[in-house]
C-alpha cells in the first residue's frame, strides 16, 4: 500500500498520526554509544548498575534519531520531507534494552507564511511511546511544509 504525501494545504489541526514500531536491543544502544554517547550507562550493563540509570539505557539522543526515522518511515508524510524549524525535546523516562518504540504525533498548528506563500509551518507534538505505554521521549516541533505546487 502506498501512503499518499501530503502538502501544508493537507494538514490540518488535530491530524494524528501513529508510527510503525522499532524494537530496540542492548547490542544498538552499545553500538550507538561507542560511536556518539560514550558514557558509562550507555555503554554496558555493568558499568551502568551503579548509576542514577541503575541500568543499560539508551543515550536520549539515540532515542532521538530512532525518533526521526520512524516519522520518516511511517509516520507523518510530507510531501517535501520533514525539514524541522525548531525543536523541544524531554526525554521522561530512559530508553530501555527490549523497548519497542512507536510515535504518536498530533498536529497542533499550521500556519502559512506571510512573506511567502508557498510555504508555511506546522507544528506537531509527539511522544515515543514504548510497549507499555511509557513515554520515552516528548517533542514538540516546528516543522517547515511547502503547499501544494
Known amino acids: 500500500m502506498t501512503v499518499p504525501t501530503l502538502w501544508l494545504d493537507d494538514i490540518s489541526v488535530g491530524d494524528r498520526f501513529r508510527t510503525e514500531t522499532y524494537e530496540l ?11 556518539w554517547d560514550p558514557q558509562p550507562f550507555h ?12 541500568g543499560l539505557a ?3 539522543w539515540h532515542t ?3 525518533t526521526m526515522r520512524l516519522l520518516v518511515t511511517s509516520g507523518l508524510p510530507l510531501a517535501t520531507g ?3 524549524a525548531s525543536i523541544d525535546l524531554a526525554w521522561p523516562t530512559p530508553t530501555r534494552p527490549g523497548d519497542r518504540l512507536h510515535v504518536d504525533l498530533e498536529v497542533t498548528d499550521v500556519r502559512a507564511s506571510r512573506s511567502d506563500p508557498s510555504r508555511g509551518f506546522i507544528t506537531a507534538v509527539y511522544d515515543t511511546v514504548n510497549q507499555h505505554g511509557e ?12 503547499s501544494r505546487p
Open 25 to 35: 536491543g542492548a547490542e544498538a544502544i552499545i553500538d550507538f554509544a561507542n560511536a
Open 43 to 54: 555503554l554496558s550493563e555493568d558499568l551502568a548498575r551503579d548509576t542514577f540509570f541503575q
Open 58 to 60: 539508551a543515550s536520549g
Open 64 to 66: 532521538a534519531a530512532i
Open 82 to 84: 520533514i525539514i524541522g
Open 135 to 146: 513515554i520515552r521521549q516528548h517533542t514538540t516541533a516546528r516543522l517547515l511544509a511547502f
